[in-house]
């Protein structure tokens, strides 16, 4: 597939075919390809955690949603067309590795104080990783959506998956071949801004 239909199918895939596994060689694919995004110094602290067998992912989700079904109550729709994905991928920044790092010699910088950072590149070159997962899958034939894991959910998953503290889940990709109730987020009606109203070329 052409580079820029991949960008242009891109979309958030919320229903996945419970009966088709991602195959084996596509998982490795989606990883290889993550670890090629860009990263503050090369310091590439990020680490992906996978999760495809059942209990995995039942344990994942219970970790990170509402207790309504476990409790004996009905999921809502979007956790019931999303529990169906295959394949789950927990991206997770590290940010001792950028402090590590940046007190290098090469680097200049003789402490680790974290208000040198403007913004927390960490999160910001996990989340590059997690979009060239999110085009392989489109270039695989695949969906795949990116969504947050709660704050308060956060001990829970690190508890449920023996996560360290240091380590922390910016969010999870849920990968699979589209399911027949994939709607398009009730958002997208809103249309997407045009580049009239987001580019500013020469000053603001």
């Known amino acids: 597939m052409e580079f820029a239909d991949v960008v242009r199918r891109r979309h958030m895939v919320r229903d996945y075919d419970p009966d088709r596994p ?18 503050a110094g090369f310091s590439q602290g990020w680490a992906f955690l ?48 950028y402090l590590e790092r940046y007190a290098e010699s090469d680097k200049g910088w003789t402490d680790r104080d974290e208000a040198r950072w403007p913004v927390p590149y960490w999160d910001v070159d996990t989340g590059m990783a997690s979009l060239l997962m999110l085009l392989t899958a489109v270039d695989e034939g695949l969906g795949a959506c990116f969504f947050g894991v709660p704050p308060e959910r956060i001990a829970g998953f690190r508890e449920a998956f023996g996560v360290p503290a240091a380590y922390t889940p910016i969010g999870c990709v849920s990968v699979g071949y589209p399911g027949g109730e994939d709607k398009r987020s009730p958002s997208l009606r809103r249309g997407r801004r045009g580049l009239d109203e987001v580019v500013h070329r020469g000053s603001w």
């Open 22 to 39: 991602v195959p084996a060689e596509v998982r490795e694919r989606l990883l290889e390809h993550a670890i090629r995004a860009p990263s």
């Open 50 to 97: 996978v999760l495809e067998t059942p209990e995995e992912r039942d344990r994942f989700w219970a970790a990170t949603t509402d207790d309504r079904a476990l409790d004996g109550g009905a999921p809502d729709g979007w956790l019931t067309r999303m529990g169906r994905a295959p394949l789950l991928v927990v991206p997770l920044s590290h940010k001792a590795a």
